[in-house]
Structures are given as C-alpha cells and as structure tokens.
Nanobody, 109 residues
Framework: QVQVVESGGGLVQPGGSLRLSCVAS????????MGWYRQPPGKQRDLVAV?????GTNYGDSVKGRFTISRDRNTMYLQMDSLKPEDMAVYYC?????WGQGTQVTVPS
C-alpha cells in the first residue's frame, strides 16, 4: 500500500511560480504511473500531468509549456510557472491508485 503527502500550495500572483511536492511511502517500486490532477471550485477533477516509470510525460493542454512534472526517488514534483487565475484549484497527487489529501493553489484575478 502507498501513502502520499502533498505540500507546496499557496497564494501566488498571476505570472508567479509554485512548486508542489508529493512524498510517497510504502510499496512504490512496482508502480508505473503517477501524476497530478486538479479540481477547480465546482468543477470536476482533471489531469494536469502524468509520468511513467521511464520518465515519459503527458500534460493537460492548458498547462503545456508552463508546468513541469518530475520525480526524484520517492518524491514527485510539479513546477508551475506563469500561473494564471484559471489555474486556481485543489491539486492532488496520484500515485499507484492512491490519492493525496490535496493542496490548494490560489491565483487571484
């Protein structure tokens, strides 16, 4: 079983940057995909970025060129640059079927 804990959310002005972290523990070695999702207020949870075990990545259209997913051992990151008000959401880490508790990113308009 995998446990994950996210951190790094907060308030940032448009055009600013944040880096989210997701620390995983437990049986992570056989997990082949991991990623970040987000849920804006009143909307469904959508893909932000995913990564496979050999470093392949895929991004949602709205974040391509601005966000970067990466991993270092048991920690996954989401570097978010050029943030926009429409990026405001609760961001969730997903690792081997396990969801984190979410971290709020606020970008005022």
């Amino acid at each position: 079983q995998v446990q994950v804990v996210e951190s790094g959310g907060g308030l940032v002005q448009p055009g600013g940057s944040l880096r989210l972290s997701c620390v995983a523990s437990g049986s992570i070695f056989n997990i082949h995909t991991m990623g970040w999702y987000r849920q804006p207020p009143g909307k469904q949870r959508d893909l932000v970025a995913v990564m496979d075990s050999i470093g392949g990545t895929n991004y949602g259209d709205s974040v391509k060129g601005r966000f970067t997913i990466s991993r270092d051992r048991n920690t996954m990151y989401l570097q978010m640059d050029s943030l926009k008000p429409e990026d405001m959401a609760v961001y969730y880490c997903h690792w081997g079927g396990t969801w984190g508790q979410g971290t709020q990113v606020t970008v005022p308009s």
